[in-house]
């Protein structure tokens, strides 16, 4: 057998984040709903900084533009994608629950009505 240190290593990936759910679902089992919500706010709020500073490097900030406009460029925008991802959090906070359920249900319906061949 021919010897390949990616395959070799790439094995070990299953088991590592196999452990890594069982240590995130112990912490979410006694931290629950508090635990959860952090991680979402930190997630999307990282997501919205990277993409509005993507979106800006690539199509805002010109090619030769100086230091200190690139600074304040990135400065302003992710003033702004922190702005946007709190407004997005309190979004959720509001409507997540009902639109997730809305969801779920119309789901179950067609699920049902694809059984039943309605």
């Not at 959720?92 to 779920?104: F, G, H, R």
Request: hydrophobic share 60%; net charge positive.
């Amino acid at each position: 057998m021919v010897e390949n240190p990616i395959y070799d290593f790439t094995r070990k990936i299953p088991e590592q984040l196999g452990l890594s759910a069982v240590i995130f679902g112990l912490i979410l089992c006694f931290f629950g709903s508090q635990l959860l919500m952090h991680f979402f706010k930190s997630a999307l709020t990282i997501g919205v900084l990277i993409a509005t500073n993507l979106y800006a490097y690539n199509l805002y900030i010109s090619v030769d533009a100086s230091v200190p406009v690139i600074i304040f460029s990135i400065i302003a925008v992710s003033g702004l994608s922190f702005a946007l991802s709190q407004f997005m959090i309190e979004f959720t906070k509001k409507w997540a629950i009902l639109l997730i359920s809305t969801w779920l249900g119309i789901i179950l319906v067609l699920t049902i009505f694809k059984l039943l061949k309605i």
